[in-house]
């Protein structure tokens, strides 16, 4: 096995969540933020059900049987991730997303503790560097003058919005490494079916209870939903992958790169020209993933 595959699963993976994320933010003008978050999952399922056939079908190996251990870990990568969506749109609901995003982005060095503990996954004192090497990339980039004036609940819940990322890679790895008798592939294509369902229930539940015609709004527009559904299921597949065969630290670390992702699409789609600031930053991101790739 390639030794640096998870580079080419994050990456791509990354790559298809930033296509993803532009895609829900044009249905939450139509079907709003819980109509939006919902087609991820419940559009997504069928298509993480064609993945898993095809993981079926190229290995011929048998559905992985699931323990006690197994669903606690991906019931604890759904919840978490859930409520990290809630916590990240109430935060950016209060205060600048540019500026609540850079404390969600603190995710790996709080994911890099959660899988120490949880998952014993070591974190070098290389990995430490380039981690937090790249999360002040992050930050630089993302700040602004208003910073100041944020005030404590909103930077409050972009931290734990990015804690609760973190436990749901740790959650997902967690439930991934549980599948030790079955290939990287089944286990990975088999968790992203357990993990989507879990949360299409769990959220159809909540939208029942708070706004019920939001699902009727979500059918209604079902052909954008698809696309976001598939985008969605691609994303985790290789977000799953990648946890497979690397820590949740290195992953999540890495794909810090959705930030020059989307840094690439405002230069280069809206000509929007970047500061020496965000230059900098960029420059510092880029040298902690090189610095994360090279102490893989």
């Known amino acids: 096995m390639t030794p640096y595959l998870w580079i080419i699963f994050t990456l791509i993976a990354a790559a298809a969540q930033t ?20 087609v991820r999952f419940l559009f997504g399922v069928p298509f993480g059900l064609l993945f898993l056939a095809a993981a079926l079908t190229a290995t011929g190996a048998p559905l992985p049987q699931p323990d006690g251990i197994y669903l606690a870990w991906i019931l604890l990568g759904g919840l978490a991730q859930t409520f990290a969506t809630a916590l990240m749109l109430t935060a950016m ?4 997303f540019v500026v609540v995003y850079a404390y969600i982005k603190t995710e790996p060095v709080q994911v890099a503790l959660f899988g120490l503990v949880l998952l014993g996954d070591r974190v070098t004192p290389a990995m430490a560097v380039a981690i ?31 804690a609760m990322f973190g436990l749901s890679a ?18 990975a294509s088999f968790s992203v079916v357990m993990g989507l369902a879990l949360q299409a229930v769990l959220l159809s539940i909540y939208i029942r209870l708070r706004s019920p015609g939001v699902m009727s709004a979500i059918m209604r527009e079902w052909r954008p939903s698809l696309l976001a559904g598939f985008l969605g299921a691609f994303a985790s597949l290789f977000w799953f ?15 810090l790169v959705e930030v020059l992702f989307a840094q690439a699409v405002s230069t280069v789609g809206f000509r929007q020209r970047t500061t020496p600031r965000e230059l900098l930053g960029i420059v510092l991101i880029v040298a902690g993933v090189a610095l994360l790739v090279g102490a893989a």
Do not use: E, W
């Not at 296509?19 to 919902?38: C, D, M, S, V, Y």
């Not at 937090?132 to 734990?160: C, D, E, F, N």
């Not at 820590?247 to 999540?252: I, K, N």
């Open 132 to 162: 937090l090497i790249a999360t002040a990339g992050v930050l630089i980039m993302s700040h602004q003058p208003a910073a100041a004036r944020v005030g404590l609940k909103p930077a409050l819940l972009g931290l734990a919005a990015g």
């Open 19 to 38: 296509l993803r994320n532009a895609t829900q933010r044009h249905l939450t003008a139509t079907i709003g933020t819980a109509g939006a978050t919902q």
């Open 241 to 255: 992958l990648a946890f497979a065969l690397a820590t949740a630290a290195s992953v999540r670390t890495l794909a």
């Open 170 to 187: 740790i959650g997902f790895r967690g439930a991934i490494l549980t599948l030790g008798d079955a290939s990287y592939v089944m286990a």
């Open 93 to 96: 609901n209060q205060r600048s």
